[in-house]
């Protein structure tokens, strides 16, 4: 923010009262007011190309770009609004999308998420592709708008949408309605900006004066409003007492619940924060002893995330220079940024808080999820996590994740667990019992693969089934070992492969094991093996993309773009998944 206003076209007056009415805003507030601007420049900036008439139901194709499915609920609640509206709406999968399409859409609304560190969905990646090449179609008869959907803790924020946003434009399409970027809790302004941007293209000839209630789902809340109180039935460590790292085993009891999950599911649950940093957030900010604002910091806020905007906030609130000085230089920024937490920001430049200035600061304390490790075919009302509990220190302070220690150290065997079902169609063993699979999930992405075992085993499919594991140490770190044998014995697995890092001189991981049994990978492959990621994102889950594309060169003497092409188009046949995070 006040990187922006370094550069600003309002008055010395009008700035003040910007930094008054957002410095002074709760999140929530300011959330509502990005969506509120970006829909009003929406409906009162003349467009470059006139709304459509009347007569005939004018088309808009809503294209999104998901990954855990929020882009994809919301397309589905902006084209019923739209429909409503007289639009001939269809709602289009980035997955299933070519450019040329785009050509002939007249008027589009792209609904698209940012993952990894600011990649796109990896369903999205080969359209994205051919709308960035060199012979991407022009679109000069194309009236677009982007809602892009992210997480304001990453550094690029909204990065997916943003370049759809600038290369719509730079292939002659007209924008319809200003971008909006939306960070976690989207909800309300991405509803108030659908709401004017299909008045913005509406095809009634009064646009102001028509009804229009955008018939909003609110996906994410509707999965939120399921939560339910499960009991924590057991709790158990799986490493040993001797690993440097702790992975809990949790087995949830939804009896009473009518919740129901599929294998490659997650649950949900929104974390409680650790009480000390609570302590330790509220007397930096003077205002210890406050007991509802402990509550509200500890249940509602999230008190950890730092992000560019809070310092430009917290800037503009104390007036400190030295923070102000970072909004307008990226590099010092970025080392700011680093490593450090919202405390961080408060210790920098200790200042006394009102209670409603600490909350403005705070954006909603966001929901953490976590792969369901069973299958309910197998273990009915229960549903079981594999937990990895987080802990680092830096700038002399140790850190502890908020969720996982929340369940790893306050939460035990009989407390609860406020959780809900996050489905993830796009992570399903395959509708043939009889197709072969091949996991990859080293660490805790190994969770979902027990819940296809348990699945396979409890339905009797007969598909053979291979899992790549990896970990630390064979003796401290083999999560779920005996399971795994036990399943190779009757023969529900056929194969594993597995990957201990540390003990040997040389790192060893699922990637190398992959190149190993690369001449039976690509077998599989070809046999019809539906293939799965679960797990890390930075560096597993890309490492182990390249490695499979350098299996498939290697096997089938294509080159590197023929190898891309062949994966693809296992892709496209839904047989590539990836849940990665
Ligand atoms: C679809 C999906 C499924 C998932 N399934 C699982 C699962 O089955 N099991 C599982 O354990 N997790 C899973 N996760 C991840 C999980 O949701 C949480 O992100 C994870 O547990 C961390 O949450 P936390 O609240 O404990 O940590 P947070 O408080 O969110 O802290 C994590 C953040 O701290 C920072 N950080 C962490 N370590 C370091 C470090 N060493 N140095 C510097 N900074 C660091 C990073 O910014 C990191 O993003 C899944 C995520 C998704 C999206
Ligand atoms: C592992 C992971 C990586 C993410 N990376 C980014 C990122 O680099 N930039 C960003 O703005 N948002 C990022 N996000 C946030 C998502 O874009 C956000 O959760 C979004 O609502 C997901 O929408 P979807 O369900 O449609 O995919 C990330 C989320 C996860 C879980």
Redesign the pocket.
């Known amino acids: 923010m006040s990187n922006a206003l370094a550069t600003t076209p309002f008055a010395e007056d009008q700035l003040d009262q910007i930094r008054r009415l957002v410095s002074g805003a709760t999140a929530e507030q300011r959330q509502w007011l990005s969506g509120y601007i970006a829909g009003f420049q929406a409906a009162t900036e003349a467009p470059a190309v006139p709304s459509a008439p009347p007569a005939a139901k004018a088309p808009l194709t809503i294209l999104y770009g998901t990954e855990?499915g929020n882009a994809e609920a919301l397309a589905a609640a902006a084209r019923k609004s739209a429909t409503r509206l007289g639009f001939a709406a269809k709602v289009v999968d980035m997955a299933d999308a070519s450019p040329d399409q785009l050509a002939k859409a007249e008027n589009l609304v792209v609904i698209a998420s940012t993952w990894g560190e600011g990649d796109p969905p990896q369903r999205a990646e080969a359209f994205l592709a051919a709308l960035n090449a060199d012979n991407a179609p022009r679109l000069p008869d194309l009236r677009f708008a982007v809602l892009a959907l992210g997480d304001r803790a990453y550094a690029r924020f909204c990065e997916t949408g943003k370049q759809i946003d600038t290369r719509l434009a730079a292939l002659g399409a007209t924008r319809a309605a200003a971008r909006i970027d939306c960070d976690l809790d989207y909800q309300k302004p991405a509803a108030a900006w659908i709401d004017a941007t299909l008045r913005e293209i509406a095809p009634v000839q009064d646009a102001g004066a028509a009804v229009i209630h955008v018939d909003f789902v609110r996906p994410q809340a509707e999965d939120r409003a399921r939560v339910f109180e499960a009991e924590i039935t057991a709790q158990i460590n799986l490493n040993s007492s001797r690993s440097d790292v702790e992975t809990y085993h949790v087995e949830l009891s939804l009896a009473g619940s009518g919740l129901r999950y599929e294998p490659g599911d997650?649950l949900g649950f929104v974390?409680r924060n650790d009480p000390a940093l609570v302590e330790d957030v509220l007397r930096v900010a003077g205002l210890s002893g406050d007991a509802s604002l402990h509550e509200a910091l500890s249940e509602r806020f999230d008190i950890?995330t730092l992000t560019r905007n809070q310092i430009a906030d917290y800037a503009a609130l104390t007036g400190d220079a030295g923070l102000r000085a970072l909004s307008g230089d990226e590099a010092r920024m970025a080392e700011f940024l680093s490593?450090r937490q919202f405390v961080d920001l408060l210790e920098a430049v200790p200042t006394e808080l009102k209670a409603e200035q600490l909350t403005g600061l705070l954006r909603p304390l966001p929901p953490?999820?976590?792969?369901v490790a069973s299958s309910q075919a197998a273990v009915g009302d229960e549903a079981h996590?594999?937990?990895?509990a987080?802990r680092?220190s830096?700038h002399g302070r140790a850190r502890h994740?908020?969720?996982?220690?929340d369940v790893a150290e306050r939460r035990g065997v009989d407390a609860t667990l406020p959780v809900y079902v996050k489905p993830n169609p796009h992570f399903r063993l395959p509708a043939d019992p009889a197709a072969p699979i091949i996991m990859i999930g080293p660490g805790?992405g190994v969770?979902p693969f027990r819940a296809f075992l348990q699945h396979r085993e409890a339905t009797g499919a007969r598909g053979r089934s291979w899992l790549f594991f990896g970990a630390r140490r064979f003796t401290h770190d083999f999560l779920y070992q005996l399971e795994w044998q036990d399943w190779l014995e009757s023969g529900v697995l056929s194969r594993i492969d597995l990957a201990f890092s540390r003990d040997q001189r040389a790192k060893i991981y699922v990637q190398d094991r992959l190149w190993e049994a690369r001449r039976d990978v690509f077998t599989w492959l070809e046999d019809g093996a539906h293939l799965y990621i679960c797990g890390d994102a930075k560096a597993m889950a890309k490492d182990v993309h390249a490695m499979l594309l350098r299996i498939i060169a290697d096997q089938s003497g294509k080159d590197e773009d023929g190898a891309t092409a062949y994966l693809r188009d296992v892709q496209r046949a839904g047989r590539y998944l990836r849940?990665v995070?």
């Open positions: 855990s997650s974390p950890t490593d953490r999820l976590y792969s996590l594999l937990i990895g987080v680092w830096s994740g908020v969720a996982s220690i805790t969770a849940d995070y």
